[in-house]
């Protein structure tokens, strides 16, 4: 079995971790001289079906799948699709 030089393992990740903690204390110190505040997040993406269409999930599947309105996902077994996506008045969810 090999010996390590554990002073120096523990030096290295002390070094590790206060090079991180001084990069994110600087990310911080230029947020705030931006004007910027709150956490480090990027730009909100999208979620959901695209305009117009219909998202379903398959738990068994494990996928998501979106259709026209009005469509139900092909009934291969398992037929096991829900509708995630919120239906107006006049698009009422199909029939099963």
């Known amino acids: 079995m090999k010996r390590r ?23 911080k110190t230029d947020r705030e001289a931006s004007g910027s505040v709150g956490p480090e997040m990027g730009e909100a993406q999208t979620t959901g079906a695209p305009e117009g269409m219909w998202e379903w999930f398959s738990a068994s599947r494990a996928r998501t799948l979106a259709t026209p309105p009005r469509t139900r996902p092909p009934a291969d077994p398992p037929d096991d699709w829900i509708l995630l996506t919120e239906a107006s008045e006049e698009e009422a969810a199909p029939e099963a």
């Open 5 to 27: 030089n554990y002073g120096f393992d523990r030096r290295r990740r002390e070094d590790l971790r206060r090079a991180k903690q001084e990069a994110k204390t600087q990310r």
